[in-house]
T-cell receptor, first 115, second 115 residues
């Protein structure tokens, strides 16, 4: 099946630890995105990548880092600098045709809880 | 700047009755608009999208939405609610001003369906 996978589904972290969330897609999409979702709010963009070895900050990048070494993979690291990391994290991807970006497809999410 | 306002944070209907989820947008461009659905602890699924073709857009699971430029609205409707429709719904507008497909999310409408 084609799609986006995220792991783990649930993640617990102690304060001061860095953790890495995995996102893999086999849709052959060029663009990938990371969002954060908090209760009662819509999604907010953390980072995005339009091509391998390139990525850009979104609206709330502070305390997060990413890499894009392969087209199908876009891992997100939540660092100890992120003051309030407890949230639901969603990865998405989309194809690009010329200057036109098609709709984004979402993974199942990772729920991160800081203990 | 692009923005999205979902006019109701919660909507409750009885099974078999019509559903109306309201969305107003603000856009400096000819917008692309989307409705996504999210079931608890799941990722987002695309219901339908408007990209300047027909103003009445049909989506999956019997949902449809009408783009009304004069009212800057993109309300989501379904003639007859089913129990499985209970979920959170997000109205989304795309913002191409940054050179990529940035999505602006509404805060969401939680739909409850009662027997």
């Amino acid at each position: 099946d084609g799609g986006i996978t995220q792991s783990p589904k649930y993640l617990f972290r102690k304060e001061g630890q860095n953790v890495t969330l995995s996102c893999e897609q086999n849709l052959n999409h060029d663009a990938m995105y990371w969002y954060r979702q908090d209760p009662g709010q819509g999604l907010r963009l953390i980072y995005y990548s339009q091509i391998v070895n390139d990525f850009q900050k979104g609206d709330i990048a502070e305390g997060y880092s990413v890499s894009r070494e392969k087209k199908e993979s876009f891992p997100l690291t939540v660092t100890s600098a992120q003051k309030n990391p407890t949230a639901f994290y969603l990865c998405a991807s989309s194809s690009i045709a010329g200057n036109h970006y098609n709709e984004q497809f979402f993974g199942p999410g990772t729920r991160l809880t800081v203990l | 700047a692009q923005s999205v306002t979902q006019l109701d944070s919660h909507v409750s209907v009885s099974e078999g009755t019509p559903v109306l989820l309201r969305c107003n947008y603000s856009s400096s461009y000819s917008p692309s608009l989307f409705w996504y659905v999210q079931h608890p602890n799941k990722g987002l699924q695309l219901l339908l999208k408007y990209t300047s073709a027909a103003t009445l857009v049909k989506g999956i699971n019997g949902f449809e939405a009408e783009f009304k430029k004069s009212e800057t609205s993109f309300h989501l409707t379904k003639p007859s609610a089913h129990m499985s429709d209970a979920a959170e719904y997000f109205c989304v507008v795309s913002d191409p001003s940054g050179g990529y497909n940035k999505l602006i999310f509404g805060a969401g409408t939680r739909l409850a369906v009662h027997p």
